[in-house]
């Protein structure tokens, strides 16, 4: 029998053990399982509401499940709960410091034929993004030249955080290039579920010489670190409707260990 099954056969004898409950909690974050530590935590949270060491031991598990914005909340409601705790004020303002609310990129890549019968192809793109409380801000200017023919695109991406487990994603973009869609939009709703399950429900508009709306949907599940998501598409249209689907598993990149 594992250490994590002694604990969780204990705590369902006994919720009323703080000490056990930071073991187990550690125990997952030791053993790279971020999200149910996660899990686990918030459990934690409603017999101990508002502890000290369960809040941070939440931001940590948020920071190593790629949820920066979420352990910095997590902190300042701890900071607002113990405004003498030093261990948390010391937390709180290292996660300020190591965080960038700022950043600028810029990517290029380069496609090159080996037979020679087609010209290179560029791709550059320049992105800046911004990270707020209210979510997070990207902007980019793509530019490529493919088929001899130089394409500008402007895309500006929102991912806005609505209620605790509920964020969404809106997106525009507008180009003069051919080979883009003059404008384009998006706009889906990601809901948490149970279980470390992940849902959505949105559209895409494009416009070409015609307009294109495609509905989709989603179902993601987080398991270790890794993302598995069943995406649907429908398009409506003459002369009739077309559906697609895909399914993705994607290697999620934590932060370095904290516990």
């Known amino acids: ?16 053990r703080k ?4 073991a187990y909690v550690k125990n997952e974050q030791y053993a790279e399982k971020y999200f149910k530590s996660l899990e686990l935590v918030q459990k934690a949270l409603l017999v101990f509401p ?8 939440k931001a940590k598990a948020e920071l190593n499940s790629n949820n920066s914005q979420e352990a910095l909340i997590t902190m300042k409601q701890a900071v607002k709960l113990h405004p003498d705790n030093e261990e948390v004020l010391n937390y709180k303002n290292s996660l300020e410091s190591d965080l960038s609310f700022n950043t600028l990129s810029i ?10 019968d087609r ?8 992105q800046y993004a911004r990270q707020t409380k209210y979510g997070s801000i990207n902007a980019k200017i ?3 030249n493919r088929f001899l023919t130089d394409n500008y695109q402007l895309e500006i991406d929102l991912y806005p955080r609505i209620v605790k487990g509920l964020y969404a994603y809106v997106s525009g973009g507008w180009s003069q290039s051919p080979l883009n869609p003059s404008a384009r939009y998006g706009a889906e709703l990601f809901k948490s579920l149970p279980k470390s399950f992940e849902a959505s429900l949105g559209f895409r508009w494009l416009k070409f010489s015609t307009e294109t709306t495609i509905y989709t949907g989603s179902l993601g599940w987080y ?5 598995w998501a069943l995406r649907s598409y429908v398009t409506p249209g003459f002369p009739g409707t077309s559906a697609s689907g895909r399914l993705f598993i994607e290697s999620i990149e934590v932060m370095p260990k904290t516990i």
């Open 142 to 144: 793509n530019y490529t």
């Open 107 to 116: 990517d290029y890549s380069l496609e090159v034929y080996q037979n020679k």
């Open 1 to 16: 029998m594992g250490f994590d099954e002694i604990l969780r056969i204990v705590l369902n004898k006994d919720k009323e």
């Open 119 to 126: 010209d290179h192809m560029h791709y550059t793109t320049v």
């Open 223 to 227: 398991t270790g670190n890794s993302y």
């Open 19 to 22: 000490t056990d409950w930071i």
């Open 50 to 57: 508002g502890d000290a060491d369960l809040l941070q031991l």
